[in-house]
Structure formats: structure tokens, C-alpha cells
């Protein structure tokens, strides 16, 4: 008997059999109407969109970072790019609502021309990006290491500046490892909630997110007010939107291979 796929399924259904009975139920014996109402699909598709631009944004700011970080290591500043991985996410709304106060010149300045943080899609992407940056480094990191560095070397040799060899060698070579690790970092931004619950408990801007939380708050204040039943099914209704599009997001990375 092969004991190592042994234990690998009993840990894989470890992992997977809390999300298939919380499915069951919640399109079984736990289903609710108001599990399918208009107001659930909204904060889901909120959740969705605010995931998926924190993801554009992490691949637009920290590639560079984590292509850094593979080329020149440094401990230090690796330490300093997983720490709002490391601490209580709760504490990473706090000081974004702090930077972005009228107690910090950079915050006064902010809300001077009327850029807010507090209850908005943009204070709710910013948290996002920032509890979700982390996990895209840390996925690209080991990517660029991978990599085959002759081609890197050959164009360095003739001349190119390392900004240049990096987005005209590197990138176009890193599309998979992009797509994957943008995943990753989206179904991190999506099971957000201590941070987003601090930053954006609901946006009221702008106005077509108006009062509508984020998928997380919503089960939760589902949860809180309603019981069990309402929070089972809207979460069964979550799981079975994101499965979705994560697979389907992969399928479209196997064709681009």
C-alpha cells in the first residue's frame, strides 16, 4: 500500500470536508430564501470586484518587488514585506485609517481634495491589497528563482539596463507564474474580513456600492443577527461563485501556456 497517497488524501479531505458539508447544508437541510436574495450577490459581487482589482494592483506594484527579492536576497527586507502577513489584520484597518486621518499631514492632505478611505471601494481595495501583497511576493518569489537566467544574462550583456531586461526579458517569460500567484492573492483578498471590517464595515462610495458590505461582514452580520441558518446558505452561495471563477481563471492560465 502506498501510505504516502494515503495520508495525502486524508489530509486533502481534512482540508475540504468542512467546505462540502457547509455546501450541502446550505443548499439541503439549512437552505434559506434569503441566502439567494439580491442583497447576497451583491456584497458578493463587491467582494469580487474589490479582490480582483487588489489582485491587478499587487501584480502592477510588487512583481518588481518579488523579482527583487529573488535576485538580490535580503533578509531584512523580506521581514519588513511579511509583516502585514504577521500581525492581527484588525490592526492593519487601524493604521490605515490613522495614515489616512487628519492626524498625519499625507491623511490632511488626502482629505483636503476629498480622497477617503473610511467606508469606500477604495479603502476597501487598499486593504485588501495590503493583507493580499504579501501572499503574490511570497508566490512569485520562488518563480523568479526558477527561472532560467541565461536570457536574463545575454541581454545584460548587451547593454540593457536591468529595469529593461526585467520588462522586456523577464515579464513577458513570467505570464503563468503572474496569473497563478494573482490568484492566489485574490482568494486571500477575498476571505478578508479583520482589516475590511475596520477599513470598510459597508462602502457608501461610490454610490452604485452604496450600504453593501463585503461578502465576509455580510455572513457575518448574518450570522450575528439571523443564526446559523441564513449564514450557511449565503456562505454555500460564496463558495460555489468563487470555486467557479477560480477554475475557471485556471483553465483560461492552461491556455495561455
Known sequence: MN???????????????????????????????????????????????????AAIVCVAIFTPLA?????????????LADIPASIPHPIIGIAILVLFSPLTPF??????IGIN?????FGLVLALTIVSAPIYVKSMQPYFQSMNKSHENFALGLGA???RTF????????????????????????????????????VLSPKAFFGVSP???????LYTFSGLQ????????????????????????LGNR
Open 3 to 53: 501510505w504516502l497517497k494515503v495520508i495525502a488524501a486524508v489530509s486533502l479531505a481534512l482540508l475540504i470536508a468542512p467546505v462540502v458539508v457547509l455546501v450541502y447544508e446550505g443548499f439541503g437541510p439549512l437552505r434559506t430564501s434569503s441566502g439567494y436574495s439580491y442583497g447576497v450577490f451583491r456584497s458578493i459581487g463587491l467582494s469580487l470586484l474589490s479582490s480582483a482589482i
Open 67 to 79: 523579482y527583487y527579492f529573488a535576485r538580490n536576497q535580503t533578509k531584512i527586507g523580506e521581514t
Open 107 to 112: 491623511g490632511n492632505f488626502l482629505q483636503s
Open 117 to 121: 478611505v473610511f467606508d469606500t471601494l
Open 161 to 163: 539596463s536591468k529595469l
Open 167 to 202: 520588462v522586456s526579458v523577464v515579464l513577458p517569460n513570467s505570464r503563468r507564474g503572474i496569473l497563478s500567484a494573482s490568484l492566489i492573492s485574490m482568494s486571500r483578498a477575498m476571505s478578508e474580513f479583520g482589516s475590511i471590517a475596520i477599513v470598510a464595515y459597508e
Open 215 to 221: 461578502a465576509s461582514i455580510l455572513i457575518f452580520n
Open 230 to 253: 441564513g449564514a450557511v446558505t449565503a456562505s454555500a452561495v460564496l463558495i460555489l461563485v468563487s470555486v467557479a471563477i477560480m477554475v475557471s481563471l485556471r483553465f483560461v492560465g
